[in-house]
């Protein structure tokens, strides 16, 4: 005698919106929540960095090997930022490169939906490119000043390659090359 229910044979065909990608966008959510919710928005932020720069030194790792170069210049850093965004399904773009900033607006956040309401996911951005910006110009800043997270219609994010008045009147995160 079995325990083994006989199968139901519609439930392969119910329409569940489930497939890897949104079950671990909705993982990535609920491990920021729970993060924000215990130990606040910061220490969610710091948690979350900390995975973000592991992640932009294995990209930025990636971008140098398959360009042949051991460090990226200002165009190209800018470069790859927007395209490591569309290989994810982000929507960034450039507005302003220079050699004392990057400035990028972004009309879709890779995490969708999923990162309404959670800021801290944003940290992944913010360390990815500061990690590669940093480690290929030295420092970086970034700063972001507008993002879907926290309700807006897109981001703003700008990444200070030097440190200017302009870039320490700014509210960001720091990064150096190692």
């Known amino acids: 005698m079995s325990d083994i229910p006989a199968p139901v044979e519609n439930i392969p065909s119910l329409p569940v919106p489930l497939e890897r990608d949104v079950f671990l966008r909705t993982l990535i959510r609920e491990l920021a929540g729970t993060l924000q919710e215990v130990v606040g928005l910061e220490e969610a932020a710091g948690y979350i960095s900390v995975v973000g720069q592991r992640i932009g030194d294995q990209i930025n790792e990636q971008y140098r090997d398959a360009l042949g170069t051991a460090a990226l ?63 290929n110009l030295g420092q970086a800043k970034v700063v972001l000043e507008e993002t879907i997270a926290s309700g807006a219609a897109g981001c703003r994010v700008v990444v200070y390659l030097k440190e200017t008045p302009e870039a320490r009147a700014a509210a960001g995160r720091e990064y150096f090359k190692s």
């Open 73 to 135: 210049d200002s165009h190209q850093v800018a470069q790859v930022l927007v395209d490591l965004k569309r290989r994810i399904q982000g929507d960034f773009y450039l507005i302003e490169v220079t050699d004392e900033k990057i400035v990028l607006g972004n009309r879709r956040c890779p995490f969708a939906e999923k990162v309404i309401g959670r800021p801290a996911m944003c940290m992944m951005t913010s360390n990815v490119f500061g990690v590669i910006a940093a480690e």
